[in-house]
């Protein structure tokens, strides 16, 4: 098996001075410009922006992992007895610290171990903070002015601050104070009403936690617009998300629908009101494909791949409109022919004839698939301990300055004494100090 994205050389992050972005000097002054002596082709956009995570699993630090492939510095702050809980979320491995969901999560980031619960902690962080431009959390609101790190003290610390605060429910409003997780926003958002066959129980919208990384998403927008602003202002800002207006946002025309004609969407299973066919078929050999036939059009081509081009016909099902009319029968037929072929017969036909299909694939046909390959989908890093680990690759593709993967999630503190020396300027006894006492 092809290994992909081993031909961009990974390049591991200076300590590089804050706020390069807003032009604010380091401790001695001067602006900190090490990036711009870094050789052309290994400095990515991001280079020079530095990001602290101190959030906890992944709706927010995700975040920070897409700045990080594109060059900027990912400091993560964690507590140091455990750090963050991701650490022992998902598939264990021989790292007693690192399961697969925090390798591949947690990429291209320094673990820096500081309690933010004890005075001393927070003395250190806001020092951190000042020599930053982005820190983003995901506490439940309230949480970090408990600690006496609300938006006054940061701001205060560092005017041109970016923060990114993602919650279940958002920082205002009456459920502010409630706990969020992804699949709580799913259900409060309006997707999983959807996800499910008709009359029956709603089912989850896919395992993985799609509102942690859709909020993320709208974060990482958020981080870049704000950087922008601080750009041209030297002024920082606060930036909103709730992991369910991530979900809600994505879900089409349903807000209008009901607005105009008091209509609710229901499950539909495989299918789609909009279309028809166009869902999810069984083949002989007990695969499945999907088939999206949006257009009159594409059934055309669909019935020619079906070898019964009269079905395509105006008085017949050529028009969407009684396509729809007679959906159970037009999905019947087409529920036979794809049962009565194997799932590269039907491929075959379909591709010929420009028909839209595709596999339904498992993560084992992932791994087996020359344009996933092809397109560096799957990403080999080695760590050490653990050996070779797959991760899905960087998105998105950029032609000019692609993204890179440096590491994956770091041992607990790997980085503690490195920051804390050379980029806080703190004597080696006095991070002694701060560990004996289980400040860091």
Not at 149 to 177: C, I
Not at 263 to 280: D, Q, Y
Not at 289 to 308: P, Q
Request: proline share 6%.
């Amino acid at each position: 098996m092809a290994k992909a994205s081993r031909s961009a050389k990974p390049v591991e992050q200076e300590a590089i001075g804050a706020n390069v972005v807003s032009g604010t000097p380091d401790a001695q002054g001067e602006p900190d410009h090490e990036q711009d002596r870094l050789p052309e082709q290994d400095r990515l956009p991001l280079s020079g922006v530095r990001v602290i995570d101190v959030g906890n699993f992944l709706a927010g630090p995700y975040a920070a992992s897409i700045l990080g492939e594109f060059g900027a510095e990912i400091l993560k702050v964690e507590h140091p007895i455990g750090g963050d809980p991701m650490r022992r979320f998902g598939t264990p491995t021989k790292r007693h610290d690192a399961t697969l969901a925090w390798l591949s999560e947690a990429r291209n980031r320094k673990s820096v171990t500081i309690d933010l619960r004890q005075k001393e902690g927070v003395s250190l962080f806001l020092k951190l903070v000042a020599r930053s431009d982005v820190l983003i959390e995901n506490f439940r609101p309230g949480t970090m002015e408990e600690w006496g790190l609300g938006w006054a003290e940061l701001s205060a610390a560092n005017p041109a601050l970016v923060m990114l605060r993602v919650s279940g429910y958002g920082q205002t409003g009456p459920y502010r104070r409630r706990s969020g997780f992804a699949h709580i926003a799913h259900a409060f958002g309006g997707l999983s009403y959807l996800a499910g066959f008709p009359g029956e129980t709603p089912v989850l919208p896919g395992t993985a936690p799609l509102g942690d990384y859709m909020a993320s998403l709208y974060g990482a927008i958020g981080i870049l617009i704000a950087l922008r602003h601080a750009e041209q202002t030297g002024r920082g800002q606060v930036i909103d998300v709730a992991i369910y207006e991530a979900v809600f946002r994505l879900l089409d025309e349903i807000a209008g629908a009901y607005g105009l004609f008091g209509k609710i969407r229901e499950r539909e299973g495989a299918g789609s009101f909009i279309a028809v066919p166009h869902g999810h078929f069984r083949t002989r050999d007990n695969k499945w494909v999907a088939i999206a036939c949006t257009t009159d059009k594409m059934f055309e081509r669909l019935a020619e791949a079906m070898e019964r081009p009269e079905l395509a016909a105006p008085e017949l099902y050529g028009d969407q409109r009684k396509r729809l009319a007679a959906r159970d029968v037009v999905n019947q037929m087409t529920i036979d022919w794809v049962g009565s072929l194997t799932r590269d017969e039907v491929m075959a036909r379909c591709l010929e004839k420009e028909v839209p299909i595709g596999k339904l694939n498992s993560i084992a046909d992932i791994f087996e698939d020359e344009h996933f390959r092809a397109r560096g989908n799957l990403t080999h890093v080695d760590v050490e301990g653990i050996g070779e680990v797959v991760v899905p690759g960087v998105v998105p593709t950029l032609s000019e300055t692609p993204g890179r993967i440096t590491n994956l999630g770091p041992p607990l503190g790997n980085a503690t004494y490195e920051v804390l020396r050379e980029l806080l300027d703190i004597s080696a006894e006095e991070i002694k100090q701060l560990r004996s006492r289980k400040i860091i």
